[in-house]
Protein backbone atom coordinates (compact mmCIF):
# COMPACT_ATOMS: atom_id res chain seq x y z
CA UNK A 1 0.00 0.00 0.00
CA UNK A 2 2.83 2.08 1.30
CA UNK A 3 4.63 1.72 -2.54
CA UNK A 4 0.96 2.27 -4.01
CA UNK A 5 1.35 5.90 -2.20
CA UNK A 6 4.45 6.68 -3.09
CA UNK A 7 3.95 5.85 -6.79
CA UNK A 8 1.28 8.39 -6.88
CA UNK A 9 3.31 10.64 -5.10
CA UNK A 10 5.28 10.55 -7.55
CA UNK A 11 3.84 11.41 -10.34
CA UNK A 12 3.02 15.57 -11.22
CA UNK A 13 -0.68 16.68 -9.56
CA UNK A 14 -1.21 19.08 -12.21
CA UNK A 15 -1.16 16.88 -15.13
CA UNK A 16 -3.15 13.98 -13.26
CA UNK A 17 -5.43 16.37 -12.40
CA UNK A 18 -5.40 17.32 -16.29
CA UNK A 19 -5.43 14.28 -17.91
CA UNK A 20 -8.18 12.96 -15.88
CA UNK A 21 -10.02 15.93 -16.29
CA UNK A 22 -9.57 15.18 -20.38
CA UNK A 23 -10.59 11.65 -19.81
CA UNK A 24 -14.23 13.04 -18.41
CA UNK A 25 -15.11 15.36 -20.41
CA UNK A 26 -12.87 16.04 -23.14
CA UNK A 27 -14.78 15.91 -25.89
CA UNK A 28 -17.34 19.07 -24.09
CA UNK A 29 -13.37 20.31 -23.86
CA UNK A 30 -12.66 20.34 -27.47
CA UNK A 31 -16.03 21.43 -28.04
CA UNK A 32 -15.77 24.68 -26.27
CA UNK A 33 -12.42 25.35 -27.60
CA UNK A 34 -11.45 25.15 -23.88
CA UNK A 35 -7.56 25.97 -23.45
CA UNK A 36 -7.62 22.17 -21.37
CA UNK A 37 -7.98 20.33 -24.02
CA UNK A 38 -4.81 18.02 -24.40
CA UNK A 39 -3.70 17.91 -28.04
CA UNK A 40 -2.49 14.65 -29.47
CA UNK A 41 1.32 14.54 -30.17
CA UNK A 42 4.74 14.12 -28.37
CA UNK A 43 5.25 16.23 -25.52
CA UNK A 44 8.52 17.48 -23.85
CA UNK A 45 8.58 19.79 -20.59
CA UNK A 46 4.52 19.36 -20.63
CA UNK A 47 4.66 21.07 -23.72
CA UNK A 48 3.57 19.88 -27.22
CA UNK A 49 6.32 19.73 -29.73
CA UNK A 50 5.25 20.69 -33.14
CA UNK A 51 6.93 18.36 -35.98
CA UNK A 52 10.14 19.02 -37.58
CA UNK A 53 13.37 17.31 -37.86
CA UNK A 54 14.72 19.89 -35.07
CA UNK A 55 11.98 19.29 -32.48
CA UNK A 56 13.07 15.49 -32.75
CA UNK A 57 15.73 16.16 -32.09
CA UNK A 58 15.08 17.40 -29.37
CA UNK A 59 12.63 14.76 -27.87
CA UNK A 60 15.36 12.36 -28.86
CA UNK A 61 18.67 13.47 -29.44
CA UNK A 62 20.06 9.93 -30.80
CA UNK A 63 17.19 8.31 -33.24
CA UNK A 64 17.81 5.10 -34.53
CA UNK A 65 16.08 3.62 -37.43
CA UNK A 66 13.29 1.11 -34.78
CA UNK A 67 10.91 3.00 -32.78
CA UNK A 68 8.76 2.69 -29.92
CA UNK A 69 5.34 4.05 -30.05
CA UNK A 70 3.45 4.00 -26.33
CA UNK A 71 -0.03 5.16 -25.98
CA UNK A 72 -1.39 5.83 -22.66
CA UNK A 73 -5.14 4.72 -21.16
CA UNK A 74 -7.91 6.35 -20.53
CA UNK A 75 -7.84 9.36 -17.82
CA UNK A 76 -3.60 8.39 -18.07
CA UNK A 77 -0.98 10.20 -19.55
CA UNK A 78 2.61 9.12 -20.32
CA UNK A 79 3.84 9.59 -16.86
CA UNK A 80 2.21 6.18 -15.89
CA UNK A 81 4.21 4.19 -18.03
CA UNK A 82 7.01 5.18 -15.54
CA UNK A 83 8.31 2.57 -13.01
CA UNK A 84 7.59 3.12 -9.15
CA UNK A 85 10.76 3.82 -7.83
CA UNK A 86 12.28 5.44 -4.34
CA UNK A 87 11.13 8.42 -2.87
CA UNK A 88 12.55 11.80 -4.40
CA UNK A 89 14.05 9.82 -7.06
CA UNK A 90 12.95 12.06 -10.10
CA UNK A 91 13.87 9.36 -13.16
CA UNK A 92 11.57 6.77 -13.83
CA UNK A 93 12.79 4.00 -16.06
CA UNK A 94 9.99 2.71 -18.46
CA UNK A 95 9.55 0.17 -21.16
CA UNK A 96 10.52 2.67 -23.72
CA UNK A 97 13.61 3.45 -22.21
CA UNK A 98 14.46 -0.42 -21.34
CA UNK A 99 13.75 -1.02 -24.87
CA UNK A 100 16.58 1.71 -26.06
CA UNK A 101 18.58 0.47 -23.56
CA UNK A 102 18.31 -3.06 -24.47
CA UNK A 103 17.64 -3.11 -28.53
CA UNK A 104 18.08 0.01 -29.76
CA UNK A 105 14.58 1.33 -30.05
CA UNK A 106 14.01 5.23 -29.84
CA UNK A 107 11.17 5.49 -27.65
CA UNK A 108 7.97 8.36 -28.53
CA UNK A 109 5.62 8.52 -26.06
CA UNK A 110 2.21 10.43 -27.23
CA UNK A 111 0.16 12.21 -25.30
CA UNK A 112 -3.92 12.58 -26.27
CA UNK A 113 -7.28 13.53 -25.03
CA UNK A 114 -8.52 10.65 -23.56
CA UNK A 115 -12.40 11.94 -23.68
CA UNK A 116 -12.41 11.89 -27.95
CA UNK A 117 -14.09 9.28 -29.38
CA UNK A 118 -11.37 6.40 -30.13
CA UNK A 119 -11.91 7.01 -34.31
CA UNK A 120 -11.49 10.42 -33.89
CA UNK A 121 -7.97 9.81 -31.37
CA UNK A 122 -7.28 6.54 -33.94
CA UNK A 123 -7.69 8.65 -37.09
CA UNK A 124 -5.55 11.45 -35.54
CA UNK A 125 -2.60 9.39 -34.57
CA UNK A 126 -2.43 7.60 -37.85
CA UNK A 127 -2.09 11.63 -38.68
CA UNK A 128 0.44 12.17 -36.43
CA UNK A 129 2.52 8.55 -37.24
CA UNK A 130 2.61 9.97 -41.05
CA UNK A 131 3.72 13.42 -40.22
CA UNK A 132 6.50 11.30 -37.86
CA UNK A 133 7.79 9.25 -40.58
CA UNK A 134 8.38 12.37 -43.11
CA UNK A 135 10.13 14.62 -40.32
CA UNK A 136 12.31 11.51 -38.90
CA UNK A 137 15.83 12.42 -38.73
CA UNK A 138 16.32 8.83 -40.06
CA UNK A 139 14.68 6.26 -42.59
CA UNK A 140 12.02 4.21 -40.19
CA UNK A 141 12.40 0.36 -40.63
CA UNK A 142 10.67 -0.93 -37.92
CA UNK A 143 7.39 0.12 -35.08
CA UNK A 144 6.84 -1.23 -32.05
CA UNK A 145 3.59 -0.52 -30.35
CA UNK A 146 2.82 -0.19 -26.53
CA UNK A 147 -0.81 0.40 -25.63
CA UNK A 148 -2.19 0.55 -22.30
CA UNK A 149 -6.06 0.00 -22.34
CA UNK A 150 -7.24 2.92 -24.49
CA UNK A 151 -3.94 3.05 -25.82
CA UNK A 152 -4.28 -0.46 -27.81
CA UNK A 153 -7.65 0.66 -29.06
CA UNK A 154 -6.48 3.75 -30.45
CA UNK A 155 -3.65 2.37 -31.94
CA UNK A 156 -5.85 -0.30 -33.72
CA UNK A 157 -8.24 2.16 -34.53
CA UNK A 158 -5.31 4.11 -36.24
CA UNK A 159 -4.38 1.13 -38.54
CA UNK A 160 -7.83 0.87 -39.74
CA UNK A 161 -7.32 4.94 -40.74
CA UNK A 162 -4.17 4.01 -41.78
CA UNK A 163 -5.22 1.54 -44.33
CA UNK A 164 -7.97 3.58 -45.48
CA UNK A 165 -6.19 6.33 -46.46
CA UNK A 166 -3.40 4.03 -47.96
CA UNK A 167 -0.77 5.74 -45.54
CA UNK A 168 2.51 3.62 -45.04
CA UNK A 169 4.03 4.09 -41.72
CA UNK A 170 1.76 0.93 -40.44
CA UNK A 171 3.33 -1.31 -42.57
CA UNK A 172 6.63 -0.92 -40.50
CA UNK A 173 4.42 -1.77 -37.52
CA UNK A 174 6.13 -5.26 -36.60
CA UNK A 175 4.84 -5.99 -33.28
CA UNK A 176 1.54 -4.70 -31.08
CA UNK A 177 1.18 -5.16 -27.47
CA UNK A 178 -2.31 -4.18 -26.12
CA UNK A 179 -1.99 -4.50 -22.27
CA UNK A 180 -5.63 -4.95 -20.80
CA UNK A 181 -7.08 -3.11 -23.50
CA UNK A 182 -10.91 -3.50 -23.73
CA UNK A 183 -11.37 -5.49 -27.27
CA UNK A 184 -14.86 -6.08 -26.31
CA UNK A 185 -15.87 -3.34 -23.53
CA UNK A 186 -15.61 -3.03 -20.39
CA UNK A 187 -17.67 -3.80 -17.51
CA UNK A 188 -17.20 -0.73 -15.72
CA UNK A 189 -18.51 1.49 -18.55
CA UNK A 190 -21.32 -1.54 -19.21
CA UNK A 191 -22.35 -0.37 -15.31
CA UNK A 192 -22.65 2.92 -15.57
CA UNK A 193 -24.87 2.82 -19.14
CA UNK A 194 -27.17 0.05 -16.92
CA UNK A 195 -26.81 2.50 -13.71
CA UNK A 196 -28.31 5.61 -15.60
CA UNK A 197 -30.64 3.69 -18.03
CA UNK A 198 -32.53 2.57 -14.64
CA UNK A 199 -31.88 5.94 -12.76
CA UNK A 200 -33.57 7.62 -16.00
CA UNK A 201 -36.80 5.49 -16.32
CA UNK A 202 -37.95 5.91 -12.39
CA UNK A 203 -39.95 9.20 -12.99
CA UNK A 204 -38.55 11.01 -10.45
CA UNK A 205 -36.87 14.36 -10.81
CA UNK A 206 -33.56 13.61 -8.39
CA UNK A 207 -32.89 10.22 -10.25
CA UNK A 208 -33.06 12.03 -13.56
CA UNK A 209 -30.81 14.42 -12.50
CA UNK A 210 -28.19 11.62 -11.11
CA UNK A 211 -28.88 10.00 -14.39
CA UNK A 212 -27.92 12.67 -16.73
CA UNK A 213 -24.93 13.66 -14.47
CA UNK A 214 -23.43 10.12 -15.16
CA UNK A 215 -23.78 10.34 -18.64
CA UNK A 216 -22.08 13.91 -18.67
CA UNK A 217 -19.14 11.35 -19.23
CA UNK A 218 -16.98 11.34 -22.26
CA UNK A 219 -17.51 9.92 -25.46
CA UNK A 220 -14.47 7.84 -24.91
CA UNK A 221 -15.27 6.34 -21.70
CA UNK A 222 -18.65 5.39 -23.65
CA UNK A 223 -16.63 3.65 -26.43
CA UNK A 224 -15.24 1.38 -23.53
CA UNK A 225 -18.20 0.30 -23.27
CA UNK A 226 -18.34 -2.10 -25.84
CA UNK A 227 -14.78 -1.58 -28.11
CA UNK A 228 -16.00 1.19 -30.51
CA UNK A 229 -12.72 1.40 -32.99
CA UNK A 230 -14.67 3.31 -35.87
CA UNK A 231 -17.04 6.65 -36.71
CA UNK A 232 -19.61 3.56 -37.65
CA UNK A 233 -20.10 2.39 -34.48
CA UNK A 234 -20.93 5.19 -32.82
CA UNK A 235 -22.23 7.68 -35.56
CA UNK A 236 -25.89 8.31 -35.70
CA UNK A 237 -26.62 6.33 -32.63
CA UNK A 238 -27.59 7.48 -29.50
CA UNK A 239 -24.91 6.93 -26.62
CA UNK A 240 -26.53 6.82 -23.61
CA UNK A 241 -29.18 4.08 -25.27
CA UNK A 242 -29.64 1.05 -22.82
CA UNK A 243 -26.44 -1.66 -23.64
CA UNK A 244 -27.13 -1.16 -27.44
CA UNK A 245 -23.42 -2.32 -29.38
CA UNK A 246 -23.50 -1.36 -32.88
CA UNK A 247 -19.63 -2.18 -33.02
CA UNK A 248 -18.42 -3.18 -36.62
CA UNK A 249 -15.96 -5.95 -37.33
CA UNK A 250 -12.35 -4.66 -37.52
CA UNK A 251 -9.58 -6.82 -38.98
CA UNK A 252 -6.18 -6.86 -37.34
CA UNK A 253 -3.90 -5.49 -38.80
CA UNK A 254 -2.01 -7.80 -41.24
CA UNK A 255 1.88 -7.69 -40.96
CA UNK A 256 2.05 -7.46 -37.69
CA UNK A 257 1.88 -9.91 -34.78
CA UNK A 258 -0.76 -8.67 -32.14
CA UNK A 259 -0.45 -9.49 -28.51
CA UNK A 260 -2.92 -9.50 -25.68
CA UNK A 261 -1.37 -9.04 -22.35
CA UNK A 262 -4.15 -9.53 -19.74
CA UNK A 263 -4.16 -8.38 -15.53
CA UNK A 264 -6.27 -10.36 -12.92
CA UNK A 265 -7.33 -9.66 -9.20
CA UNK A 266 -5.99 -12.29 -7.97
CA UNK A 267 -2.25 -14.50 -8.11
CA UNK A 268 -4.10 -17.62 -8.55
CA UNK A 269 -4.78 -18.09 -12.39
CA UNK A 270 -7.72 -20.60 -11.61
CA UNK A 271 -9.67 -18.02 -9.04
CA UNK A 272 -13.07 -17.21 -9.98
CA UNK A 273 -12.72 -13.54 -9.29
CA UNK A 274 -10.33 -13.01 -12.07
CA UNK A 275 -13.25 -14.52 -14.30
CA UNK A 276 -15.69 -12.14 -12.66
CA UNK A 277 -13.46 -8.69 -12.34
CA UNK A 278 -10.53 -9.20 -14.63
CA UNK A 279 -7.87 -6.96 -14.12
CA UNK A 280 -10.83 -4.83 -11.96
CA UNK A 281 -11.69 -2.91 -15.14
CA UNK A 282 -11.41 -5.32 -18.58
CA UNK A 283 -12.55 -9.02 -18.34
CA UNK A 284 -10.14 -11.34 -19.46
CA UNK A 285 -12.64 -12.46 -22.56
CA UNK A 286 -12.11 -8.53 -23.43
CA UNK A 287 -8.65 -8.23 -22.52
CA UNK A 288 -7.74 -11.56 -24.90
CA UNK A 289 -10.60 -10.31 -27.52
CA UNK A 290 -12.57 -13.10 -26.85
CA UNK A 291 -9.38 -15.59 -26.66
CA UNK A 292 -9.90 -14.87 -30.79
CA UNK A 293 -7.92 -18.72 -32.52
CA UNK A 294 -5.38 -16.73 -34.39
CA UNK A 295 -4.76 -15.14 -31.55
CA UNK A 296 -4.60 -18.03 -29.04
CA UNK A 297 -0.60 -18.42 -28.91
CA UNK A 298 -0.39 -14.38 -28.39
CA UNK A 299 -2.56 -13.82 -25.06
CA UNK A 300 -0.31 -13.97 -21.92
CA UNK A 301 -1.95 -13.72 -18.04
CA UNK A 302 -0.36 -11.76 -15.89
CA UNK A 303 -1.92 -13.35 -12.38
CA UNK A 304 -2.29 -10.35 -9.82
CA UNK A 305 -1.42 -7.47 -11.40
CA UNK A 306 -4.36 -4.89 -11.60
CA UNK A 307 -5.10 -3.01 -14.86
CA UNK A 308 -3.36 0.60 -14.07
CA UNK A 309 0.25 -1.86 -13.11
CA UNK A 310 -0.04 -3.39 -16.46
CA UNK A 311 1.79 -0.43 -17.70
CA UNK A 312 4.55 -0.32 -15.17
CA UNK A 313 5.67 -3.75 -14.28
CA UNK A 314 8.79 -5.60 -14.79
CA UNK A 315 7.62 -8.38 -15.33
CA UNK A 316 5.31 -7.54 -18.41
CA UNK A 317 8.41 -6.02 -19.71
CA UNK A 318 10.07 -9.16 -19.06
CA UNK A 319 7.80 -10.96 -21.25
CA UNK A 320 8.41 -8.09 -23.98
CA UNK A 321 11.83 -9.03 -24.86
CA UNK A 322 10.70 -12.34 -24.39
CA UNK A 323 8.72 -11.79 -27.26
CA UNK A 324 11.01 -9.84 -28.98
CA UNK A 325 14.25 -12.14 -28.15
CA UNK A 326 12.40 -14.93 -29.62
CA UNK A 327 11.81 -12.69 -32.49
CA UNK A 328 15.66 -11.86 -33.12
CA UNK A 329 16.77 -15.51 -32.96
CA UNK B 1 -1.82 31.53 -18.53
CA UNK B 2 -3.82 30.06 -21.16
CA UNK B 3 -4.38 27.02 -18.61
CA UNK B 4 -6.11 29.60 -16.23
CA UNK B 5 -8.04 30.92 -18.51
CA UNK B 6 -8.97 27.13 -19.57
CA UNK B 7 -10.21 26.75 -15.59
CA UNK B 8 -11.87 30.16 -15.38
CA UNK B 9 -14.02 29.08 -18.59
CA UNK B 10 -14.78 25.54 -17.01
CA UNK B 11 -15.75 27.15 -13.37
CA UNK B 12 -18.31 29.61 -15.21
CA UNK B 13 -19.66 27.06 -17.67
CA UNK B 14 -20.11 24.25 -14.51
CA UNK B 15 -21.68 27.01 -12.52
CA UNK B 16 -24.24 27.74 -15.36
CA UNK B 17 -24.72 24.23 -15.90
CA UNK B 18 -25.43 23.14 -12.35
CA UNK B 19 -27.66 26.33 -11.41
CA UNK B 20 -29.58 25.22 -14.73
CA UNK B 21 -30.00 21.07 -13.23
CA UNK B 22 -30.70 22.63 -9.48
CA UNK B 23 -33.55 25.35 -10.73
CA UNK B 24 -35.04 21.89 -12.86
CA UNK B 25 -35.13 20.13 -9.58
CA UNK B 26 -35.97 22.84 -7.24
CA UNK B 27 -39.41 23.48 -9.64
CA UNK B 28 -39.84 19.64 -10.32
CA UNK B 29 -39.67 19.55 -6.30
CA UNK B 30 -42.08 22.57 -5.33
CA UNK B 31 -44.26 21.60 -7.86
CA UNK B 32 -45.40 17.76 -6.02
CA UNK B 33 -47.25 19.21 -3.94
CA UNK B 34 -49.09 21.22 -6.26
CA UNK B 35 -49.40 18.71 -8.61
CA UNK B 36 -51.46 17.10 -6.19
CA UNK B 37 -53.61 19.62 -5.85
CA UNK B 38 -54.01 20.47 -9.52
CA UNK B 39 -56.15 17.14 -9.58
CA UNK B 40 -58.78 18.65 -7.65
CA UNK B 41 -61.33 20.66 -9.91
CA UNK B 42 -62.21 23.32 -7.23
CA UNK B 43 -58.54 24.64 -6.96
CA UNK B 44 -57.57 23.96 -10.45
CA UNK B 45 -57.17 27.13 -12.09
CA UNK B 46 -55.74 28.71 -8.67
CA UNK B 47 -53.36 26.15 -8.15
CA UNK B 48 -52.26 26.45 -12.07
CA UNK B 49 -51.53 30.52 -11.07
CA UNK B 50 -49.91 29.72 -8.11
CA UNK B 51 -47.87 27.55 -10.54
CA UNK B 52 -46.78 30.03 -12.55
CA UNK B 53 -45.69 32.68 -9.95
CA UNK B 54 -43.67 29.66 -8.15
CA UNK B 55 -41.99 28.85 -10.79
CA UNK B 56 -41.61 32.66 -12.28
CA UNK B 57 -40.36 33.55 -8.69
CA UNK B 58 -37.32 30.45 -8.67
CA UNK B 59 -36.77 31.16 -12.03
CA UNK B 60 -35.76 34.36 -11.44
CA UNK B 61 -33.42 33.64 -8.63
CA UNK B 62 -31.19 30.96 -10.74
CA UNK B 63 -31.45 33.83 -13.20
CA UNK B 64 -29.77 36.00 -10.80
CA UNK B 65 -27.19 33.50 -10.13
CA UNK B 66 -26.05 33.41 -13.87
CA UNK B 67 -26.00 37.10 -14.44
CA UNK B 68 -23.83 37.45 -11.56
CA UNK B 69 -21.65 34.17 -12.94
CA UNK B 70 -21.25 36.00 -16.16
CA UNK B 71 -20.26 39.35 -14.34
CA UNK B 72 -17.70 37.17 -12.16
CA UNK B 73 -16.08 35.61 -15.62
CA UNK B 74 -16.12 38.81 -17.60
CA UNK B 75 -14.43 40.96 -14.00
CA UNK B 76 -11.97 37.72 -14.41
CA UNK B 77 -11.62 37.81 -18.59
CA UNK B 78 -10.04 41.70 -17.85
CA UNK B 79 -7.86 40.64 -15.03
CA UNK B 80 -6.53 37.63 -16.76
CA UNK B 81 -5.81 39.59 -19.58
CA UNK B 82 -4.16 42.56 -17.83
CA UNK B 83 -1.60 39.56 -16.37
CA UNK B 84 -1.28 38.50 -19.61
CA UNK B 85 -0.40 41.90 -20.99
CA UNK B 86 2.29 42.33 -18.11
CA UNK B 87 3.66 39.30 -18.76
CA UNK B 88 4.09 39.65 -22.25
CA UNK B 89 5.99 43.48 -21.42
CA UNK B 90 8.51 41.73 -18.42
CA UNK B 91 9.33 38.94 -21.00
CA UNK B 92 10.04 41.94 -23.76
Known amino acids: ?329 | MSKLQGIKDLVQTSIDQGAKSVEEIHKAISNMPLNVLEKIDILESSVKMTKTIQETSIGSIYDMIRKINQEVGKIADAVLKHVDKEEEKENY
Open chain 1, 1 to 329: MEEKLQYWKNLSLGNLCLSFLNGAIGNFLKETKNELAIEMGFYLNNKLIPLSKKNILKLTPEPTSKICVLLHGLVCNEELWNFPTEPNVTYNENYGTLLQKDYGYTPLFVRYNTGLHVSENGRTFSELMHNLESVYPKCIEEIVIIGHSMGGMVAKSGFHYAELTNCFWQKKVSNVFYLGSPHMGSYVEKTANITSSILSGIKNPITKIISDIINIRSDGIKDMRFGNLIDEDWMGYDSNAFMENNRNYVTLLKNAKHYMFIGTVSNDPEHIANKVFGDFTVRMNSASQGYHKSLKDHVKIFPGIKHLALSHNPEVYNEIKKILNRRTK
